[in-house]
């Protein structure tokens, strides 16, 4: 061939190659065309394509509101900054198209890849299509503020919306997030049909506030990052939230760090309207856990309805398969020919079915319906167990379980005696929480150095309440420190003290996961109240100048792994106290040991999930008395949550007798 005709065919396929890799200037009369309304379908690049950075090429494009768009496959992905969709439109990505979040971008924290707000008629089709974003970018906080919400996919306040085929990966948040529009509109007519959630931060899909929501055919896989971790979430956010005809069909969920489905539905209460949750064929496989259905247990104040699941199988979960906290008396809930399979099998402790009441029950756990489910499992463990945290019975358990034991077959029907055998209710004594109010406090030793006071094995989690005792004039000093649980974000925390009279008198925003100095001068003589809420996070005081003691007033004392001791005043004239102590629901608990004045051991218990009752009876005129509890790690459960609740005495724990803040004389 002649060197010139060579040549010519290699500019030739030089050029078939560049259009495709290099950057595509927009055509104005096809643009023209779709904005004159002569035509109704378009390709993306009609509005041109730049390698590097195609948002305004990929959101003019949107923007043009075209019926039918279609997000051609070119040699390369589109790189994009967070997107806005729109009405009225069907949007098609090719196969083997990739829609690339732009690296370095998305700073804000709750920047998506697709944002509807309020849209109508979306459909977004995408089989063999990928969203991919950088989830382990913005886990780094040297690169990224830390956050929750860089989703892949945000739907709020939408009205008959389908997306099919995509696969959602590596976001910073969740694969999808449907939440609430203006005045808490729900997601309704929502559609999500053969869509892949691939390694999610936080979930595979949120579900805040939906109506209508049809899923199907969908894998949700590999979620971790920020807690909860799961393959789906049902979360409202408030009671004017819904979650009404909500159906899961033919999903498979698998090796999510957190649970397979949860439905943590406490925020919602008895004004919302009735849940309608059902759960049709899909897998739960290598979760931490399979289902989790988590409400208040308030038997007045949970939500009401009805929630289903029907030919499910729950396998190989490292904790329960199935767990459940919820008041007997609402959202009855039913599962039918469902299995649970080998769960937590390094976790003796811990049974395939786990009922759970909370510090905060009023009624009996239950309200649960078994319809022929099969449980295999080793045959040293019940199939049902209950975490008894609140000092409730459980009542409406009812159905069949079919317990499958290396292939032997056998059917119980869960009567009440074979429940009482596998699940015995503990009666505690009803010893009445003391309240600090009227009553005058003081240092029970005066004029004392620090070192006393330092109180950094209280660690708070949720809530953290402190009394501090100062004079007037005194010049007050604490470093606390706000630290991180697990993969929680955090934000500064504000940290108020209240003075004698009531009113707030200082106030610092402490710092994520740093020390910082809380001071200020004392206006009058008297108790002094330090208030902070860390959340998912915690709080401990590392140093006091003051005499100060943990309080739970109103309820127990929430600490998060929590070892030493811990010093109690027993007032003078007391004829008997509890001492109730528990770890976190399943899986978490604690040791304690109660250690009366003489140094005497009075009572111990270990590995406590459920809450446990120290009992103490005291002869007439028996002088007041500093006791010890010790928290220690259990031999055989792991440590992380757990509570101590005091009853019958000032509601105080204090870091050595010194410190003890007493009533007067």
């Given at each position: 061939?002649?060197?010139?005709?060579?040549?010519?065919?290699?500019?030739?396929?030089?050029?078939?190659?560049?259009?495709?890799?290099?950057?595509?200037?927009?055509?104005?009369?096809?643009?023209?065309?779709?904005?004159?309304?002569?035509?109704?379908?378009?390709?993306?690049?009609?509005?041109?394509?730049?390698?590097?950075?195609?948002?305004?090429?990929?959101?003019?494009?949107?923007?043009?509101?075209?019926?039918?768009?279609?997000?051609?496959?070119?040699?390369?992905?589109?790189?994009?900054?967070?997107?806005?969709?729109?009405?009225?439109?069907?949007?098609?990505?090719?196969?083997?198209?990739?829609?690339?979040?732009?690296?370095?971008?998305?700073?804000?924290?709750?920047?998506?890849?697709f944002k509807a707000r309020g849209c109508e008629n979306l459909s977004i089709i995408g089989y063999g299509a990928t969203w991919r974003?950088?989830?382990?970018?913005?886990?780094?906080?040297?690169?990224?503020?830390?956050?929750?919400?860089?989703?892949?996919?945000?739907?709020?306040?939408?009205?008959?919306?389908?997306?099919?085929?995509?696969?959602?990966?590596?976001?910073?948040?969740?694969?999808?997030?449907?939440?609430?529009?203006?005045?808490?509109?729900?997601?309704?007519?929502?559609?999500?049909?053969?869509?892949?959630?691939?390694?999610?931060?936080?979930?595979?899909?949120?579900?805040?506030?939906?109506?209508?929501?049809?899923?199907?055919?969908?894998?949700?896989?590999?979620?971790?990052?920020?807690?909860?971790?799961?393959?789906?979430?049902?979360?409202?956010?408030?009671?004017?939230?819904?979650?009404?005809?909500?159906?899961?069909?033919?999903?498979?969920?698998?090796?999510?760090?957190?649970?397979?489905?949860?439905?943590?539905?406490?925020?919602?209460?008895?004004?919302?309207?009735?849940?309608s949750l059902r759960f049709e064929n899909c897998t739960s496989t290598g979760?931490?856990?399979?289902?989790?259905?988590?409400?208040?247990?308030?038997?007045?104040?949970?939500?009401?309805?009805?929630?289903?699941?029907?030919?499910?199988?729950?396998?190989?979960?490292?904790?329960?398969?199935?767990?459940?906290?919820?008041?007997?008396?609402?959202?009855?809930?039913?599962?039918?020919?469902?299995?649970?399979?080998?769960?937590?099998?390094?976790?003796?402790?811990?049974?395939?079915?786990?009922?759970?009441?909370?510090?905060?029950?009023?009624?009996?756990?239950?309200?649960?319906?078994?319809?022929?489910?099969?449980?295999?499992?080793?045959?040293?463990?019940?199939?049902?167990?209950?975490?008894?945290?609140?000092?409730?019975?459980?009542?409406?358990?009812?159905?069949?379980?079919?317990?499958?034991?290396?292939?032997?077959?056998?059917?119980?029907?869960?009567?009440?005696?074979?429940?009482?055998?596998?699940?015995?209710?503990?009666?505690?004594?009803?010893?009445?929480?003391?309240?600090?109010?009227?009553?005058?406090?003081?240092?029970?030793?005066?004029?004392?150095?620090?070192?006393?006071?330092?109180?950094?094995?209280?660690?708070?989690?949720?809530?953290?309440?402190?009394?501090?005792?100062?004079?007037?004039?005194?010049?007050?000093?604490?470093?606390?420190?706000?630290?991180?649980?697990?993969?929680?974000?955090?934000?500064?925390?504000?940290?108020?003290?209240?003075?004698?009279?009531?009113?707030?008198?200082?106030?610092?925003?402490?710092?994520?996961?740093?020390?910082?100095?809380?001071?200020?001068?004392?206006?009058?003589?008297?108790?002094?109240?330090?208030?902070?809420?860390?959340?998912?996070?915690?709080?401990?005081?590392?140093?006091?100048?003051?005499?100060?003691?943990?309080?739970?007033?109103?309820?127990?004392?929430?600490?998060?792994?929590?070892?030493?001791?811990?010093?109690?005043?027993?007032?003078?004239?007391?004829?008997?106290?509890?001492?109730?102590?528990?770890?976190?629901?399943?899986?978490?608990?604690?040791?304690?040991?109660?250690?009366?004045?003489?140094?005497?051991?009075?009572?111990?218990?270990?590995?406590?999930?459920?809450?446990?009752?120290?009992?103490?009876?005291?002869?007439?005129?028996?002088?007041?008395?500093?006791?010890?509890?010790?928290?220690?790690?259990?031999?055989?459960?792991?440590?992380?949550?757990?509570?101590?609740?005091?009853?019958?005495?000032?509601?105080?724990?204090?870091?050595?007798?010194?410190?003890?803040?007493?009533?007067?004389?």
């Amino acid at each position: 061939m002649p060197r010139t005709i060579l040549a010519l065919a290699v500019l030739l396929s030089i050029l078939a190659v560049l259009p495709c890799s290099a950057q595509i200037a927009p055509d104005a009369q096809k643009i023209a065309a779709v904005a004159a309304g002569t035509i109704t379908e378009a390709k993306a690049s009609w509005w041109g394509f730049d390698p590097e950075d195609a948002t305004a090429n990929l959101q003019a494009a949107i923007d043009s509101a075209v019926p039918k768009l279609v997000v051609d496959k070119m040699a390369g992905p589109w790189i994009v900054t967070p997107m806005q969709l729109v009405s009225h439109q069907e949007i098609t990505f090719q196969e083997g198209v990739e829609v690339l979040a732009k690296r370095g971008e998305f700073k804000s924290i709750g920047a998506c890849l697709f944002k509807a707000r309020g849209c109508e008629n979306l459909s977004i089709i995408g089989y063999g299509a990928t969203w991919r974003m950088w989830r382990d970018d913005y886990g780094n906080p040297d690169l990224y503020d830390p956050a929750e919400w860089r989703h892949c996919l945000f739907l709020s306040g939408c009205n008959n919306v389908k997306v099919y085929g995509l696969t959602l990966a590596e976001s910073g948040g969740d694969g999808i997030y449907l939440g609430s529009g203006t005045g808490r509109t729900p997601n309704r007519n929502v559609h999500i049909k053969d869509v892949t959630a691939d390694r999610n931060h936080r979930q595979g899909i949120s579900v805040i506030n939906a109506e209508n929501l049809l899923i199907e055919d969908t894998i949700l896989r590999d979620t971790d990052g920020t807690p909860p971790c799961a393959g789906i979430d049902f979360e409202p956010n408030s009671p004017e939230e819904r979650l009404v005809n909500c159906v899961m069909r033919n999903c498979q969920i698998s090796g999510n760090a957190g649970n397979g489905i949860v439905l943590a539905l406490r925020p919602m209460d008895a004004t919302s309207e009735d849940i309608s949750l059902r759960f049709e064929n899909c897998t739960s496989t290598g979760d931490t856990g399979s289902v989790r259905i988590d409400m208040s247990c308030d038997a007045e104040g949970a939500p009401d309805g009805t929630i289903e699941f029907v030919d499910c199988v729950l396998a190989d979960s490292t904790g329960s398969g199935i767990s459940i906290a919820k008041p007997a008396t609402r959202a009855h809930t039913r599962f039918v020919n469902c299995s649970v399979i080998n769960p937590a099998p390094e976790k003796a402790n811990i049974n395939p079915i786990m009922m759970l009441s909370l510090q905060s029950s009023t009624g009996a756990v239950g309200g649960v319906e078994f319809v022929d489910c099969v449980v295999s499992d080793a045959p040293e463990r019940n199939p049902i167990g209950y975490v008894d945290a609140g000092g409730v019975g459980l009542a409406d358990i009812t159905g069949t379980l079919i317990i499958d034991t290396d292939g032997q077959r056998e059917t119980v029907p869960l009567t009440p005696e074979i429940l009482a055998e596998w699940m015995p209710i503990t009666v505690w004594r009803d010893i009445p929480h003391m309240t600090l109010e009227g009553l005058t406090m003081q240092p029970l030793v005066a004029e004392l150095p620090a070192e006393p006071f330092a109180f950094g094995h209280a660690i708070a989690r949720s809530r953290g309440h402190w009394i501090l005792y100062a004079s007037e004039g005194d010049e007050v000093s604490l470093t606390v420190h706000f630290g991180q649980v697990g993969g929680y974000r955090g934000v500064p925390l504000p940290v108020t003290v209240t003075g004698p009279s009531g009113e707030a008198v200082h106030s610092v925003e402490a710092p994520f996961m740093q020390d910082s100095e809380v001071t200020f001068t004392a206006p009058a003589t008297g108790l002094y109240r330090i208030d902070a809420a860390p959340g998912a996070n915690l709080m401990y005081v590392i140093a006091s100048s003051h005499p100060l003691n943990i309080a739970g007033e109103g309820g127990p004392i929430r600490l998060i792994s929590s070892t030493g001791d811990f010093y109690f005043w027993v007032p003078a004239g007391t004829r008997e106290f509890g001492v109730r102590v528990a770890g976190q629901g399943e899986g978490e608990g604690v040791r304690a040991v109660l250690i009366n004045p003489d140094g005497e051991v009075v009572d111990e218990v270990d590995n406590s999930a459920a809450t446990y009752q120290f009992e103490v009876d005291l002869p007439e005129g028996t002088p007041g008395q500093a006791w010890l509890l010790r928290l220690t790690k259990p031999t055989v459960m792991p440590m992380e949550d757990h509570h101590v609740d005091l009853r019958g005495v000032p509601p105080l724990l204090a870091p050595s007798p010194e410190a003890l803040i007493v009533p007067a004389q």
